[in-house]
């Protein structure tokens, strides 16, 4: 990049230092739209943020069936002293 070197060498300088910076930034700028759209940004006319929404009958539901089988799996791993069925112990 000194002023004593042609051209063409410094065009070659910097460009190996330039073409990886903008490939870099071209990555990130996908990273950052991608994360926009997913959080449905520009969807409505005024900003939006987070809003945290209530539990529902279903949410409740669901969240008592994992409880009810993670109990299950428990219960049948202190009963047989193991999680993994072994056919050979009686």
């Known amino acids: 990049m000194s002023k004593k070197a042609s ?6 300088s910097a460009s190996a230092i ?3 910076l903008i490939l870099s930034s071209m990555d990130k700028i996908e990273v950052v ?10 969807k ?3 900003r939006t943020w987070y809003m945290g929404r209530k539990f529902r009958i279903s949410d409740i539901i669901c969240m008592v069936v994992c409880f009810i089988l993670v109990g ?3 219960l049948l791993n202190y009963i047989n002293g193991s999680r993994f069925y072994n056919p050979f112990v009686g």
């Open 72 to 74: 299950v799996a428990y």
């Open 33 to 42: 739209a991608n994360a926009m759209e997913l959080r449905g940004f520009g």
């Open 18 to 20: 330039l073409v990886p």
């Open 44 to 46: 409505n006319k005024k």
């Open 7 to 12: 051209v063409i060498n410094r065009l070659k």
